[in-house]
Structures are given as C-alpha cells and as structure tokens.
C-alpha cells in the first residue's frame, strides 16, 4: 500500500510555462514534506520542503503549497525551464515520532518541451 | 566535501553471485540509509543507521540481504546469493539530524544487473 502517490508518471510543459507536479498521501502522521530532484545517472537531490506548520514555501523558481486536509502537496515551477527536465519524487517524513525515514513517491518525469 | 560516494557504479553479475555495495557518507553525517529503485516499486527503503547501529531493516526484502556499518566512514550492502529479482539500481544517503525535519543527501548509485 503506498502511502504516497504521485499519479502522473509524466508531464509535458512548454518552456516558460508553469508546471505543477502532485503528490498525495495517505499517512495523517506525516508532518515533513520534500521533493527531490533527479537526472538519468545520477542520485535525487534536494529541491524544496514543507514543514506541515506551513502550507507554503517558496524557494526561486520553485513553489510548494501543502493542503493538509486534503492531504495533498504540489510543485509549481514557474518559469519552466528546459533544465528542469528530469524526474521528480515526493517524499513525507514522520520526524516527530523521532522516525526520520522517508517515504518516496514513485516519481513524475518533467519534460519542458523548448 | 565530495559527497555521498558509492562503488561500483553498475555491477553485472551472475545469478547465484555474492555482491557488495559499498558506500562513504558524508564525513560528519549520523544517518546513513540503503534505498532501492525499481520501476514497479519506485524508491524504497531498505535500512538505515544511525552512529552506526541498525535502526531499521523492516524494508529488507529477504534474508539474502545483509548491511553493515563498521564504522561512521562506510557502509556495505550485500546481497547472497544474487537472483535476477534484485537487479536495480541501489541508492546510499546520508543525513545529519536536524530540529524541524531533515535532508538526504543521495550518491550516484549502483546498476545493478543480475543475470
């Protein structure tokens, strides 16, 4: 059972256009969010978290909104750019029950198309 | 600092073969974690340490799989014997604690193709 999902294997954007990846999860105990970055050949690096004490944060180009209700976190990368092409992996953290595993999505590949 | 370092970069082997991935955090660093990616099933844990000691290996898939930590500076992930099941690629990060949450910080990972 996963309990992070990102449902879109792929997406296709426009170079300076907007791109929004999603992920949802299922474990209320979650309270750590980030998504990390990775090119063929090499390992995911950091992008951008979210503690669940916010519901925004933004870092450059790179936004992350977190609705906890709804269980649900984005990505907004605005303007997308053709280096930004490259798969994306959610992740989620129970770091307050002293637990600092981190639960990945399967990914969403990004393509921005120039 | 270099990084998160992992040796052999791809690995092809036979089935029935012992193998052993290594891995040197980053100096400093008290977690160390073993991750596995296939297309099925995404990136999942497999162990992790902390100063060195075995927290959790719930994410070991089967008795075949063994990891150690000797000491803060390397670690190994060994699989014997090796089935074409395994062949994946394996990811070794490292993390430093910190309040309100933490980072890892991956290496480059080892292919692994068991045939």
């Known amino acids: 059972d996963q309990q992070v999902k990102q449902n879109s294997p792929s997406l296709s954007v426009q170079e300076g256009r907007i791109s929004i990846l999603n992920c949802d999860y299922t474990?209320?105990?979650?309270?750590?969010f980030l998504w990390y970055k990775k090119y063929p050949a090499e390992g995911p690096t950091f992008l951008i978290s979210?503690?669940?004490?916010?519901d925004k944060n933004e870092d450059g180009r790179f936004t992350v909104f977190l609705n906890k209700s709804a269980k649900h976190l984005s990505l907004h990368i605005v303007p997308s750019q053709p280096g930004d092409s490259a798969v994306y992996f959610c992740?989620?953290?129970?770091?307050?029950?002293?637990?600092?595993?981190?639960?990945f999505g399967k990914g969403t590949k990004l393509s921005v198309i120039p | 600092d270099a990084g998160v370092i992992q040796s052999p970069r791809h690995e092809v082997t036979e089935m029935g073969q012992e193998v052993t991935l290594r891995c040197k955090p980053i100096?400093?660093?008290?977690?160390l974690f073993w991750y596995r990616q296939t297309m099925m099933r995404g990136l999942e844990l497999l162990i992790y340490?902390?100063?060195?000691?075995?927290?959790?290996d719930s994410g070991m898939p089967e008795d075949r799989f063994s990891a150690k930590m000797p000491n803060a500076s390397f670690s190994t992930l060994k699989i014997q014997p090796s089935e074409p099941r395994d062949s994946a690629v394996y990811f070794c990060?490292?993390?430093?604690?910190?309040?309100?949450?933490?980072?890892?910080?991956f290496g480059p990972g080892t292919r692994l193709l068991v045939l």
């Open positions: 992740a989620a953290s129970e770091s307050g029950a002293g637990s600092y595993q981190l639960t």
């Open positions: 990060a490292s993390s430093l604690l910190r309040r309100g949450g933490e980072t890892q910080y």
């Open positions: 100096s400093g660093h008290d977690y």
């Open positions: 340490f902390n100063n060195n000691v075995p927290i959790d």
């Open positions: 474990n209320s105990m979650f309270d750590y």
């Open positions: 979210i503690s669940s004490i916010k």
